[in-house]
């Protein structure tokens, strides 16, 4: 096999929120070629590597990434054309250095981060080999179909209405295997829709495919959730069908309080609000319970409930492999949320997840907001065997995309194991 890189390209495409980001092809000197859409965030930690946007105000608000192409297209184009890789580590360790600086904002992380997956996708189909298993032969982990977990209900910046808290997903751990999660978890978000419509709310959708209703308390959510995976049929809890929740709350955290449905609570009272919620609802994973600059109560957070619930961070960890270090010696969670454009690279995911699972800790593949039809992340959770993947709702393209992906692979290699890891 020819690691030779022949062309690097790119073009300006939309995501799904209707914004522009990139679409990177790599075509390698046996012809093997191979796409990334890359995807962005809404609510982002401010750690994460930096998306390069256009800024004229004149052209998609400012948010056009002409420049980022260009990038690819010329400087980044140039470093790789013509050079033979060894994996894409190597090729990730060149752009790196090519962008010079800590977090990617030279160049953007939107660049890097295309170029990157389209490259481990290449090398991948030049081995004939599926992305996940060379994802697999490469960490030297065994491949495991992960738990959908569902965001059936959206809030905060994923949607228009009074809901602080961000997402309310379904995790369907009880199911024998993946096409059943996605069956439960096509189900329940059909209940849920007849319920809210029967009670009178809007079945609208937010950014990740779950309804957005108006509703302001997370409690009463639950409540119809619950409701929900019942009315389906199936138990609420882990031996049937749980919740998980991603509060994002950096977003309502400000001069040292959390602003939840019109309270303004300390970070003890948030953590005595979470653990109130676990004690009376099926919920068994938390993310970004506190902010991300609230170390200390990230702290409390995991002595108080960290043998309880998989607490996870995301704003605070950033897919980050040195926090996650600093985080896990802290004792500030015990689970990373993954997200690939988050750190720009694919090789640096990797290294972050490696660092967890030698760590105990677990990882949490995810996508973001600004989705495109990619399926990378169906391939990353799927190779490393991590366990778990979010992906949005079971409805709308780029989010369905990830569990078809999931369900071709479950067809294809029927021997392969389900559930968390």
């Not at 679409?23 to 930690?45: F, I, M, N």
């Not at 059943?180 to 990740?208: I, N, P, Q």
């Not at 919740?243 to 602003?259: K, M, N, Q, T, V």
């Not at 993947?389 to 290699?413: D, H, I, M, Q, W």
């Amino acid at each position: 096999m020819d690691r030779t890189v022949r062309s690097v390209e790119a073009l300006e495409i939309l995501d799904s929120r209707s914004m522009p980001t990139l679409a990177v092809t790599v075509t390698l000197a046996d012809g093997t070629k191979a796409r990334a859409g890359v995807p962005s965030g809404a609510s982002t930690g401010s750690r994460e590597a930096v998306e390069l946007r256009d800024g004229d105000p004149e052209r998609y608000a400012g948010k056009g990434v002409l420049r980022a192409v260009a990038n690819v297209n010329t400087e980044i184009a140039a470093a790789l054309v013509g050079h033979r890789f060894e994996d894409v580590g190597e090729v990730d360790r060149r752009l790196i250095a090519l962008d010079g600086t800590p977090n990617k904002a030279r160049l953007g992380a939107n660049a890097v981060v295309g170029v990157s997956i389209a490259v481990a996708r290449a090398f991948a189909a030049a081995r004939d080999m599926e992305l996940w298993q060379a994802i697999a032969a490469s960490e030297g982990t065994t491949p495991r179909l992960p738990v959908p977990h569902f965001n059936v209900l959206n809030g905060g910046k994923h949607a228009p209405n009074d809901l602080d808290f961000q997402e309310f997903m379904i995790a369907p751990i009880g199911a024998p295997n993946f096409p059943e999660a996605v069956r439960a978890g096509s189900t329940v978000y059909g209940a849920l829709r007849k319920t809210l419509a029967e009670r009178g709310y809007a079945t609208g959708l937010g950014d990740e495919g779950g309804f957005a209703p108006a509703l302001r308390r997370p409690e009463d959510v639950l409540s119809l959730v619950v409701h929900a995976i019942e009315a389906a049929g199936y138990t609420a809890g882990r031996d049937g069908v749980a919740i998980a929740l991603d509060p994002a709350s950096s977003e309502f955290y400000r001069d040292g309080l959390y602003h939840v449905d019109a309270e303004a609570l300390t970070s003890d009272d948030m953590i005595d609000r979470y653990a109130a919620m676990a004690e009376n609802y099926p919920i068994w994973l938390l993310e970004d319970g506190l902010a991300e600059s609230d170390w200390d109560g990230w702290e409390r957070l995991t002595a108080r409930l960290g043998d309880r619930l998989r607490l996870v961070g995301d704003d605070i960890l950033c897919t980050n492999p040195a926090i996650i270090t600093e985080a896990i010696a802290r004792r500030a969670g015990n689970a990373a949320l993954i997200k690939v454009n988050q750190i720009g690279t694919v090789s640096e995911t990797l290294e972050a997840m490696r660092i967890c699972r030698q760590a105990g800790w677990a990882q949490f593949v995810s996508h973001r907001s600004g989705e495109t039809e990619d399926s990378f992340i169906a391939d990353l959770a799927l190779g490393t065997g991590c366990g778990q993947l979010k992906t949005g709702a079971p409805a709308r393209g780029e989010r369905v995309a990830k569990y078809n992906r999931l369900l071709e692979a479950a067809a294809s290699f029927p021997d392969l194991p389900y559930g968390l890891n």
